[in-house]
């Protein structure tokens, strides 16, 4: 499974483009330990150094889903200013989306891959030369083509042609969703800054479970009581 992710400072200040690069820092930290491959698609520098505007991740693997549900939403991280020492405010908040590029995983039908034999050239003897060994792989639908010519034999020359071409298409994929990503930025005028899913705290930016305790929950029902019986 793929998902990705886009973290964002809401066009924020600079605390707040420091708190996506410690976000993106942490995310890819964990989905590691969870065997989930990232993949960096974007960074927005922002003005100060070690600061992203933004950053877009996209995550593989069987644990994706469950993984971003404990990420997409508000994150809170409570300190103080490294930039401007006097400032009062301790709250600071970026937002975590899942990005819909309209792109599935890229699956390649061997239908739409056609391969001819030619002669290979440089050295190896009168053998490379005189026998159509090399191959060239060519994906139909984009007419995208590579040539394989590392081995004698024609076979394994079609093997490493096919895998050269996929981690081509591959690569060109990534390309396109990185040049859409950057195009989109509406994603940065909308920041929710309530009910944060994660809050991290302090210069190391520990995290910080929020939960409620019985006793407030019981103050809670109190209240709800006495409101359905006109107390208050």
């Not at 600079?14 to 960096?40: D, H, N, P």
């Not at 081509?168 to 009910?195: M, T, V, Y």
């Not at 407030?216 to 029902?221: A, D, M, P």
Request: hydrophobic share 35%.
């Amino acid at each position: 499974m793929e998902k990705i992710l886009q973290i964002t400072s809401g066009r924020g200040p600079a605390e707040c483009c420091w708190v996506v690069a410690q976000v993106l820092k942490i995310m890819i930290e964990e989905a590691r330990g969870k065997s989930i491959v990232c993949t960096i698609l974007h960074r927005e520098k922002g003005v100060e150094n070690t600061t992203l505007l933004s950053a877009t991740v996209q995550l593989e693997g069987d644990n994706v889903k469950e993984f971003c549900k404990q990420w997409i939403g508000t994150i809170k991280w409570i300190g103080h200013s490294q930039f401007r020492k006097d400032h009062k405010r301790k709250n600071w908040f970026v937002g975590v989306n899942e990005l819909d590029l309209g792109n599935e995983i890229l699956h390649i039908s061997d239908k739409d891959i056609s391969y001819q034999a030619i002669r290979s050239g440089g050295p190896g003897g009168q053998h490379v030369n005189k026998v159509s060994t090399a191959i060239r792989a060519t994906h139909i639908p984009t007419n995208i083509s590579v040539l394989a010519s590392d081995s004698r034999s024609q076979l394994n020359n079609k093997k490493l042609a096919k895998e050269r071409l996929i981690n081509l298409l591959k690569l060109e994929q990534l390309n396109s969703k990185k040049a859409k990503i950057k195009e989109d930025w509406q994603n940065h005028n909308s920041l929710e800054r309530g009910n944060p899913i994660k809050t991290f705290t302090g210069s190391d930016f520990k995290s910080r479970k929020v939960s409620k305790t019985y006793k407030s929950k019981r103050q809670s029902l109190k209240k709800d009581l006495r409101g359905m019986l006109g107390d208050e």
